[in-house]
């Protein structure tokens, strides 16, 4: 008995099958076309950083920051440390004195901000509005000592800064009310 080439001939049902699955790939390969021409005359949604600057949305959590005084040029904060008591890392020190008229004052205030985890709990346990979150977004630095922040680079300007709302518009908010934010 002699055995020939072997039979590849399809069946019908197996030449249906490869018709479909050819179709199917073909119209994937439209699609994903049609999305690449959709997304090349839609304007683009980025903008050239840092020639434009992003202005954060209304309630963007920075980095904490003490609020100034307007009228006294000074800081809100009294050094009760009730913002380093809620802090569930510790990364916030403060060191207080005392002044003639028995009021207490920051004469240190440090944030490790490499470890802060923006969560807010120490801006929502300050009672006198001393602390919010501030606007601020660029937190890149080459040593990470850099990322001590002291009383000096933590104080706000007194003027406020600028938020950007849902709907577009761009509104310059003021922390002299109190630095809920």
């Known amino acids: 008995m002699t055995s020939g080439p072997p039979d590849l001939r399809l069946t019908g049902g197996e ?3 490869n ?3 050819l179709l199917t790939g073909f119209w994937s390969f439209i699609c ?3 999305v ?4 090349t005359v839609r304007p683009p949604v980025t903008f050239q950083y ?3 600057y992003y202005v954060p949305l209304e309630g963007f959590r920075g980095y904490p920051a003490l609020v100034v005084d307007p009228e006294t040029g000074e800081t809100k904060c009294n050094g009760c440390q009730a913002c380093a008591r809620a802090c569930p890392l510790g990364v916030i020190h403060i060191e207080t004195a005392q002044r003639e008229d028995k009021k207490r004052y920051p004469v ?3 944030l490790e901000f490499g470890r802060c985890m923006v969560c807010n709990l120490c801006v929502e346990a300050c009672p006198f509005g001393a602390l ?3 606007p601020e977004y660029e937190f890149a630095e080459y040593r990470p000592e850099d990322l001590v922040y002291t009383l000096g680079n933590l104080k706000l300007p ?3 800064f600028e938020v950007r709302r849902l709907d577009g518009s761009t509104v310059r908010t003021g922390l002299a009310g109190g630095g809920r934010g």
């Open 15 to 17: 030449r249906m099958h």
């Open 19 to 21: 018709l479909t699955s």
């Open 32 to 34: 994903g076309l049609w």
């Open 36 to 39: 690449t021409l959709v997304n």
């Open 50 to 52: 840092p020639e434009k």
């Open 108 to 110: 240190e205030w440090r």
């Open 132 to 134: 919010t979150m501030s």
């Open 158 to 160: 007194p003027e406020g």
